[in-house]
C-alpha cells in the first residue's frame, strides 16, 4: 500500500515507517516542511497538499503536540487540543473531498480518554472518563468523524505509555533508575497500561491491514501493572534497588500538578479487547520480558 504518516518523525512514527517499508508498503510522510519525498502541512494555517493524497491506499495520523513537555498553563493546554483536532479535522476533511480517497485512516487516540479508574478494568465498550485528557481525546476521535462519514474506515487506536529506550517515559527513567533513585510514584496503586514499542508498531500495521477493525482499539498490552509493580521490575532488571518512593514535589513544581496527577498519578487497566478478538499476537505481552528485550538485558 502507500501510505501517508503524519508525526513520521516522532517516537511511534520513525519506528513505524521502516516497519512498514519492510512489510511491503511504501511511506509518504506528511511534514510541515517541503521536504522531498514527503507531502506539504500546516494545520494551524490550514494548509494541506490535498493533491498529493489522491490515490493512497492509507493514512496514519500521528502528529500532535507532547503532552508532558511544560505546564499545563491555559494556554499550553490549548495548544495541546488544537494540536490534534485542527490536524485531524483538516486531514478528515481533506480525504473525504477526494475523487480517490484511502480505503482506511488509522488516527491516534489514547488511553487518557477513560480517565482515573482505580483497578476497574476497561475495554472498547467502557464509558469515557472524566478530566482535561478525557475532554482532549474525546473531541480529538471526533475530529475524524468526516472521514468516517465519507465511507472510509476509521480506526481509533487508544495507545498506552508506550516502551521505548529511545523515547518516553521508558527513557526518562532508565537514568534515576541507574542510579538506584528510581522507585513507585505516589501510592504506587496505580495502572499503567503499557505496551512495548515494537507491538505498538505491530499493531498499528494490523489496523491498517484488518478491515474488520474500525472505531476505538486499545494498543496496550494483555497484562497491565501497578506503578509500584513497574518500578520493581524495571529495577530488578537493571538490577539496582527501587525501594524509595519518587519525590513529587519537584516535579509539581516543575511541572504543575495537575499535569503530574493526570500523568504520573492517575492510572487506567485497559485491556485490548478488541485486537485480542481479532487474534492479534503479542511479541512482549508481559512486561519483565519486554523491558529485558528493549534494554537488551538477557536473564531472569
Not at 480517565?115 to 480529538?140: F, K, M
Not at 513544581?253 to 495537575?258: K, V
Not at 499535569?259 to 504520573?264: A, F, N, R, T, W
Not at 487497566?269 to 519486554?290: I, T
Request: glycine letters at 14%.
Amino acid at each position: 500500500m502507500d501510505v501517508v504518516v503524519s508525526g513520521a518523525g516522532g517516537l511511534i512514527g520513525a519506528a513505524l515507517t521502516p516497519a512498514l517499508e519492510r512489510s511491503g508498503h511504501r511511506v509518504i510522510p506528511l511534514l510541515r516542511g517541503g521536504d522531498e519525498g514527503g507531502l506539504r502541512w500546516d494545520p494551524r494555517q490550514g494548509i494541506i497538499e490535498a493533491a498529493g493524497l489522491e490515490g493512497v491506499d492509507a493514512v496514519v495520523h500521528l502528529a500532535g503536540s507532547p503532552i508532558a513537555s511544560s505546564k499545563w498553563t491555559p494556554e499550553q493546554k490549548a495548544l495541546i487540543l488544537d494540536s490534534r483536532t485542527k490536524g485531524t479535522t483538516l486531514l478528515a476533511t481533506t480525504l473525504a473531498g477526494l475523487q480517490n480517497p484511502p480505503q482506511v485512516m488509522v488516527s491516534a487516540s489514547a488511553v487518557g480518554y477513560y480517565g482515573n479508574r482505580g483497578d476497574e478494568i476497561l475495554t472498547e465498550d467502557s464509558a469515557r472518563g472524566s478530566g482535561y485528557l478525557a475532554d482532549v481525546v474525546e473531541q480529538w476521535e471526533q475530529a475524524a468523524q468526516p472521514a468516517s462519514d465519507a465511507g472510509i474506515r476509521v480506526v481509533h487506536p487508544r495507545t498506552g505509555i508506550v516502551l521505548s529506550p529511545k523515547g518516553g517515559v521508558l527513557h526518562q527513567l532508565l537514568l534515576p533508575f541507574k542510579l538506584g533513585l528510581g522507585g513507585k510514584q505516589g501510592s504506587g496503586k496505580q495502572y499503567m497500561s503499557w505496551i512495548s514499542i515494537d507491538d505498538e508498531v505491530g499493531a498499528l500495521i494490523a489496523l491498517l491491514e484488518d478491515p474488520a477493525l474500525s472505531g476505538p482499539v486499545n494498543l496496550t498490552a494483555p497484562n497491565p501493572v501497578t506503578n509500584a509493580e513497574f518500578a520493581q521490575t524495571l529495577g530488578r532488571v537493571l538490577g539496582r534497588p527501587a525501594v524509595l518512593p519518587t519525590p513529587m514535589l519537584p516535579l509539581k513544581i516543575r511541572y504543575g500538578p495537575e499535569l503530574v496527577q493526570s500523568l504520573l498519578l492517575d492510572g487506567q487497566r485497559v485491556l485490548p479487547a478488541r485486537l485480542q478478538g481479532q487474534g492479534f499476537g503479542f511479541s512482549q505481552p508481559d512486561l519483565e520480558p519486554a523491558l529485558r528485550a528493549l534494554l537488551d538485558k538477557p536473564g531472569g
